[in-house]
Structure formats: C-alpha cells, structure tokens
C-alpha cells in the first residue's frame, strides 16, 4: 500500500475555536497527503497540490521541534505508521489526515485509518468534502471532522453550487456515521451576506458552521460580526462560533 505524502508533524490545532466537534487547541499529530483537485486562490498548501510534483515528503525528526528529513515518494503505509508512533507523545488527541485533500487516495487513507483505529488512536478528517462518494467509504473510521464549505470568493471551481451542495452532502454522510463533524467557512471582505445565509439554510439542524477570515486578515470586525450574525440568525445562536489560524500566531506548523 503505497501513498504520496507531503509531510508528518507533532503540533497544536489551530482551527475550530470551540464548537462540537473542534479540536482546536489539541494536540495531534498531522498526516499531510499530496494532491489536491481544487485549487483555491489562497492555499496555503499550494507546493502539494499537484502529487505528481512532490517527489519527496518530510517527517519530523523529534515531536513538536520543527526539525525535519525528507524520504522519497510514494511512502509505504508502514513507513507512515511508524513515524506516527514516533511522534506520539502520549497526550496526543487525534490524529489529522488533510492536504492537499485526502480522500484523493482513499484506499491508503482507509488501510491508514484503519491501523490508527486498531492501535487505539482517533480519526479527525480534515476535508474539502467536494467527493462524497469517497467520503463515504471511510466515514465508519472518522471520529471527528471538519468539512469545507468553500465560499464563491475562493475561486476553487467554476460551478461553486453545485461544490457547496456535495461538501453539505459529504457532512451529512460523515454525520450519520457518528463523526463529531463541523463545517468550515473561510471568508474575506468580498464574501456576500446572501451567499453566507444560503450556507446556514443548508446547514441549519445538520451540522455547527465556524467562520474563519483569510489569513492575513482583510476582512474588517465590523463585517465579520455581520456575518456571523446572518449565520447565526439562520442556524442558532449555539450553532456558529469564529476560528482564527492560531498557530500562525504561536509561530507553529
């Protein structure tokens, strides 16, 4: 079982801020996979998107120092283990499988999740959502789940409807399987107040939604707080709540 890795870490979650279903401020280790089918205009991941292009992937040499070696791709699925064991530092939440976009190869990330599973860890899938016919399959061995919902102003695809309807679907499926699931909302200064009451009309009774300005922040406080606001209006007053990237500001990965 082989799989084209970008990199593995020992971090915080930075992401989430306090709803059902964040990690945010846990410590996880991160299982970055190579290979991306969108391309939104602000990546920050933006040297993994194509797979074919990233001939060498990196692991932390000791958890939590930023230290790094590098191994050819494809990795092996034992590979991977092992460097997760070595990196785990006994208070180590779950473990983080994003990109790029994971469920791109979703036989490894299955054989992957599945050994994770088996030696007592926890599953927190971070995912665009735009496949829900893959989500599908590993959605049993999710145990927490942020799924995208990817607003007009990312650029990511032409027909963005039709990409928000299958994130929302992908959502449901991770839901009903028992994933403690959240949606996530990147916005900026040029998102729409109409678009944003659309997202939590789909949401409403489904799933909590965090909205998350780009980084670096454009969008002024008093737009944000409009935001949240129509979101909130719409979802309930529980069901929505902000996330910032932190650890850009811990200066961590």
């Known amino acids: 079982m082989k799989l084209i890795m970008a990199e593995v870490f020992n971090s915080w979650q930075g992401e989430g801020g306090s709803i059902e279903g964040s990690a945010f401020g846990r410590r996880q280790i991160f299982v970055r996979f190579a290979g991306c089918d969108l391309n939104c205009k602000w990546c920050d991941s933006r ?9 060498h992937w990196r692991y932390e040499v000791r958890p939590f120092t930023g230290k790094f070696e590098y191994k050819p791709n494809p ?11 070595h990196l785990d530092t006994g208070d180590i939440h779950s473990i983080s ?18 050994r994770m599973k088996e030696l007592g860890f926890s599953n927190f899938l971070e995912t665009h959502g735009g496949l829900p016919e893959l989500v599908k399959e590993i959605a049993s061995l999710v145990d927490y789940a942020s799924v995208d919902i990817k607003d007009e102003t990312t ?15 992908s959502i449901r ?9 959240y949606a996530k909302l990147v916005v900026t200064s040029e998102t729409k107040i109409e678009n944003i009451r ?26 944000l707080m409009e935001l949240y606001h129509e979101a909130a209006i719409v979802m309930g007053r529980k069901n929505v709540g902000l996330s910032f990237q932190v650890h850009k500001y811990l200066n961590v990965l």
């Open 47 to 55: 040297e993994f998107i194509d797979a074919s292009q990233v001939s």
């Open 75 to 85: 990795a092996s699925l034992d590979e991977v283990v092992d460097t997760i064991l």
């Open 97 to 114: 499988y994003t990109g790029g976009e994971p469920t791109l190869q979703i036989k490894p990330l299955n054989a992957l999740m599945e």
């Open 155 to 169: 650029k990511a695809t032409e027909n963005w409807r039709e990409l928000v309807l299958r994130e929302v679907e």
């Open 173 to 181: 499926i991770l839901r009903e399987a028992g994933a403690k699931t």
């Open 198 to 223: 659309w997202y939590a009309e789909l949401l409403r009774d489904l799933a909590p939604l965090v909205i998350q300005p780009k980084e670096p922040v454009d969008i002024p406080q008093t737009r």
